[in-house]
C-alpha cells in the first residue's frame, strides 16, 4: 500500500514515515506545505493518507474534502479540538497524544474495510 503523509513537523512524519515502512509498505511525502498536499491528495497514486490539519499555519480542509472526493480512506491526526473540525470530517479524526501504531493501525484497518484501494491512502495531521 502507499501512504500519503500530509505533516509539518519532521519528526511526526518521519515517526510515520518509519512505522509504515516497517509494516512493509510505501511512504508517499512527507508533505509539509499545503500546496503540496493539494498536489499529491489530486493525482498522487495513494492508497490511503494521514493528514494534518494544519500544515505551516494554513488549513487543510481542502485536502481532506480533496480525499473524500476521491474516495481515498484518511485520517486527520491533529491536536485540534474537535469543535474545529468540521461535522462532516468528525469521524476521520484521531486526536494527539495517540501513539503512532494505534494511529495506523486504525489506518490500515479503515483501508481494509474500505476494500482493495484503488489510489494510495493519504494521512492527516497538526
Same mark, same amino acid.
Given at each position: 500500500?502507499?501512504?500519503?503523509?500530509?505533516?509539518?513537523?519532521?519528526?511526526? @512524519?518521519? #515517526?510515520? *514515515?518509519?512505522?509504515?515502512?516497517?509494516?512493509?509498505? !510505501?511512504?508517499?511525502?512527507?508533505? &509539509?506545505? %499545503?500546496?503540496?498536499?493539494?498536489?499529491?491528495?489530486?493525482?498522487? @497514486?495513494? #492508497?490511503? *493518507?494521514?493528514?494534518?490539519?494544519?500544515?505551516?499555519? !494554513?488549513?487543510?480542509?481542502?485536502? &481532506?474534502? %480533496?480525499?473524500?472526493?476521491?474516495?481515498?480512506?484518511?485520517?486527520?491526526?491533529?491536536?485540534?479540538?474537535?469543535?474545529?473540525?468540521?461535522?462532516?470530517?468528525?469521524?476521520?479524526?484521531?486526536?494527539?497524544?495517540?501513539?503512532?501504531?494505534?494511529?495506523?493501525?486504525?489506518?490500515?484497518?479503515?483501508?481494509?474495510?474500505?476494500?482493495?484501494?484503488?489510489?494510495?491512502?493519504?494521512?492527516?495531521?497538526?
Amino acid at each position: 500500500m502507499k501512504i500519503a503523509v500530509m505533516e509539518d513537523e519532521y519528526f511526526i @512524519a518521519d #515517526d510515520f *514515515a518509519v512505522e509504515i515502512r516497517r509494516r512493509g509498505h !510505501e511512504t508517499v511525502g512527507p508533505f &509539509a506545505e %499545503l500546496s503540496a498536499a493539494f498536489q499529491a491528495a489530486s493525482s498522487a @497514486a495513494i #492508497d490511503a *493518507a494521514l493528514l494534518d490539519i494544519d500544515l505551516q499555519g !494554513e488549513a487543510s480542509l481542502g485536502v &481532506a474534502d %480533496l480525499l473524500l472526493k476521491r474516495d481515498i480512506p484518511f485520517l486527520i491526526y491533529t491536536g485540534y479540538s474537535r469543535e474545529v473540525i468540521p461535522s462532516r470530517l468528525a469521524g476521520y479524526v484521531v486526536e494527539k497524544p495517540n501513539r503512532i501504531r494505534d494511529v495506523l493501525d486504525r489506518l490500515f484497518r479503515d483501508a481494509l474495510a474500505h476494500g482493495s484501494p484503488q489510489t494510495p491512502v493519504a494521512l492527516v495531521s497538526s
